[in-house]
């Protein structure tokens, strides 16, 4: 029971933490220039950014949770167990973001999903 | 260089940091937290004193670092690249882990885990094939 409410937590925390992180960095603008000078206003612009740290809020609950599983359960379980957020990353971009995912973009996610349950089970 | 060429080429040359600090910080918790020890007193002192023995142990603050690292190039790759490019193209990071420990560590990596890592390269490869933004 635990361990779900754990996984859970991981996998929700990462996809809404992702998504509005992404949504806060769309907001910002499409970086140009990697000179220091301009990744650190980037940065700079990103910390001032209310949706930044929501998203860093849901990430922080997603990595806490994720610490207290790898106390009782192996990186080996762990982190391949976590594949689900593909499909819920997936679901959260295309109505949250409004990405527009063709089906060769969704063929490749759900491969890549399919791929980590399989390394996953090999654990 | 058409724009949309260099925006993919952009956006394949910060999948690589994603790749390799996600795979180095999450290996790195692993074996931090594994000294720290199993969640077994859930009281406030006994959850405390975990708090405190995970925060002062060395490879803890090594995957905490390496996983900064890993949002920073994600934020950045973020600000152009769609969420459902970035997301499944970085899972390349299970076939990297699998291939050092299989090549570097000398472990044994069974048949089910590189059918795994097959089907995730598929993935990836057919993930990249789709422009990294639709906002064109």
Request: glycine share 10%.
């Given at each position: 029971m635990r361990t779900a409410l754990c996984l859970s937590?991981?996998?929700?925390?990462?996809?809404?933490?992702?998504?509005?992180?992404?949504?806060?960095?769309?907001?910002?603008?499409?970086?140009?220039?990697?000179?220091?000078?301009?990744?650190?206003?980037?940065?700079?612009?990103?910390?001032?950014?209310?949706?930044?740290?929501?998203?860093?809020?849901?990430?922080?609950?997603?990595?806490?949770?994720?610490?207290?599983?790898l106390s009782w359960k192996d990186v080996s379980f762990v982190i391949p167990a976590t594949a689900a957020s593909y499909v819920t990353g997936a679901v959260g971009a295309r109505l949250l973001l409004g990405e527009r995912l063709t089906p060769l973009r969704w063929a490749g996610i759900l491969l890549v999903t399919l791929g980590v349950a399989l390394v996953s089970l090999s654990g | 260089m058409t724009s949309a060429t260099s925006l993919q080429w952009k956006t394949y040359a910060l999948l690589a940091p994603i790749v390799l600090f996600a795979s180095t910080g999450n290996v790195l918790l692993g074996k931090g937290m594994k000294q720290v020890g199993e969640v077994q007193d859930w009281s406030p002192s006994g959850l405390g004193g975990l708090f405190v023995k995970t925060f002062i142990n060395g490879w803890v603050w090594l995957?905490?670092?390496?996983?900064?690292?890993?949002?920073?190039?994600?934020?950045?790759?973020?600000?152009?690249?769609?969420?459902?490019?970035?997301?499944?193209?970085?899972?390349?990071?299970?076939?990297?882990?699998?291939?050092?420990?299989?090549?570097?560590?000398?472990?044994?990596?069974?048949?089910?885990?590189?059918?795994?890592?097959?089907?995730?390269?598929?993935?990836?490869?057919?993930?990249?094939?789709?422009?990294?933004?639709?906002?064109?």
């Amino acid at each position: 029971m635990r361990t779900a409410l754990c996984l859970s937590l991981v996998v929700l925390g990462t996809t809404g933490g992702e998504v509005t992180v992404t949504h806060a960095m769309k907001k910002i603008g499409e970086v140009r220039s990697f000179a220091v000078r301009s990744l650190l206003s980037f940065l700079r612009r990103a910390l001032r950014e209310g949706w930044f740290w929501a998203g860093i809020g849901l990430l922080a609950l997603s990595f806490f949770s994720l610490l207290a599983l790898l106390s009782w359960k192996d990186v080996s379980f762990v982190i391949p167990a976590t594949a689900a957020s593909y499909v819920t990353g997936a679901v959260g971009a295309r109505l949250l973001l409004g990405e527009r995912l063709t089906p060769l973009r969704w063929a490749g996610i759900l491969l890549v999903t399919l791929g980590v349950a399989l390394v996953s089970l090999s654990g | 260089m058409t724009s949309a060429t260099s925006l993919q080429w952009k956006t394949y040359a910060l999948l690589a940091p994603i790749v390799l600090f996600a795979s180095t910080g999450n290996v790195l918790l692993g074996k931090g937290m594994k000294q720290v020890g199993e969640v077994q007193d859930w009281s406030p002192s006994g959850l405390g004193g975990l708090f405190v023995k995970t925060f002062i142990n060395g490879w803890v603050w090594l995957g905490i670092g390496s996983l900064l690292l890993f949002l920073v190039s994600f934020m950045v790759v973020l600000s152009w690249a769609d969420y459902s490019f970035v997301m499944p193209a970085s899972a390349a990071s299970y076939a990297v882990a699998t291939l050092m420990s299989h090549w570097l560590l000398g472990e044994l990596v069974t048949t089910l885990r590189w059918v795994g890592v097959a089907f995730i390269c598929l993935g990836v490869a057919l993930v990249t094939r789709t422009p990294s933004s639709s906002r064109g």
